[in-house]
């Protein structure tokens, strides 16, 4: 049994193989992902407080960064989400 070639819950996903194949995890919809297959290098990834994957970002674009839940996506550092009433 080998992990190296295992598909990921990208739509087009590549299959890398080597030594240290990267995975992120979405913490909206909580699917792994390759780092490659999403566009992520292993420092880039490393350096992200969170993740969400394309296909919640469309969603929470269309629902001003509220997860499905209802509760607020973490902000990443370089933003601040200010309320304006």
Do not use: F
């Not at 792994?32 to 990834?45: D, F, I, Q, R, T």
């Amino acid at each position: 049994e080998d992990d190296d070639d295992e598909l990921c819950a990208a739509g087009k996903c590549t299959r890398p193989q080597g030594d240290e194949v990267g995975w992120v995890q979405c913490d909206v919809c909580e699917k792994w992902y390759h780092l490659a297959c999403v566009g992520l290098s292993p420092e880039k990834a490393e350096a992200m407080d969170s993740y969400n994957c394309q296909q919640c970002l469309i969603g929470a674009s269309s629902s001003s960064n509220v997860a499905a839940g209802g509760t607020p996506t973490a902000a990443s550092p370089e933003s601040e989400n200010i309320d304006v009433d």
